[in-house]
């Protein structure tokens, strides 16, 4: 599906209410929704769309360049493989429900914007910006997912509920830092210092992640001066 335009969204889908989508393979290229939403595919009420192959890529709207899912929609989008890339912000949940299981999502902006429910449990996601921008709803991270960088917007706190083991930590980059703002809630059942190395804060003065007992915080590095009679 290639070169199509949306006038009102949904360059190459847009789903109706209650609709289900299922994408095992081809191309979904090049297509726009002018100043609207969803270049690719708009999620809209109550569908359900499940990507387990294929490509999205290059496609263009003003929010959700690849894949948007609409608000207070119940919305669901299920990655379990397959491609998706583009420019700004390539999936934007702005109220559904995503599920990142498999597959590569890509942008030169932000891979994956949370405004609903997601839940990263595999797969892949990159953004030269950020990997994901978390402003609000609610994120939970378990599995092996490759993820590089989360943007957290106060008072967000992303939920590891089960198990956690990135290869390489994540780094954590919150909109506000300051002593005890929490990052990380912790609900495995894992020891939070065991979780604390999946994660990394972004370098700031003299701020550092810590491990409290079931969650990772912000904490401000402390001096300890001696001071010798002599």
């Known amino acids: 599906m290639t070169n199509n335009m949306g006038a009102f969204a949904g360059g190459a889908i847009y789903t109706n209410e209650r609709s289900t989508v299922t994408i095992e393979g081809g191309v979904i290229c090049e297509n726009t929704s002018p100043g609207q939403r969803g270049g690719g595919i708009y999620v809209s ?3 359900e769309v499940e990507i387990n192959g294929g490509s999205i890529c290059d496609n263009m709207a003003a929010d959700g360049t690849q894949i948007f899912l609409a608000s207070h929609c119940e919305g669901k989008l299920d990655i379990r493989g397959g491609t998706v890339s583009g420019t700004r912000d390539a999936i934007y949940n702005n109220g559904g429900a995503v599920s ?10 932000c891979a994956l914007r949370v405004k609903g429910t997601c ?8 953004g030269k910006q950020h990997d994901v ?13 490759k993820l590089r960088t989360v943007y957290i917007n106060e008072p967000c706190v992303i939920e590891v509920d089960q198990k956690l083991g990135m290869g390489i930590p994540c780094e954590l980059c919150p909109s506000r ?9 912790i609900t495995s059942g894992d020891a939070a210092g065991e979780v604390k190395q999946a994660f990394v804060l972004r370098k700031r003065g003299r701020f550092t992640l810590e491990a409290g ?18």
């Not at 007992?213 to 010798?228: A, F, P, T």
């Open 133 to 145: 921008k978390y402003s609000k709803g609610a994120l939970y991270l378990s599995g092996n997912p």
């Open 100 to 109: 990142l299981l498999g597959g590569k999502v890509r942008s030169t902006g």
């Open 119 to 126: 839940q990263i449990r595999g797969g892949t996601l990159q």
């Open 177 to 185: 830092y300051g002593d005890g703002v929490r990052l990380v809630h």
């Open 45 to 47: 009420a109550l569908a």
């Open 213 to 230: 007992s079931d969650e990772l915080y912000i904490s401000r590095e402390k001096y300890q001066i001696v001071y010798d009679a002599n």
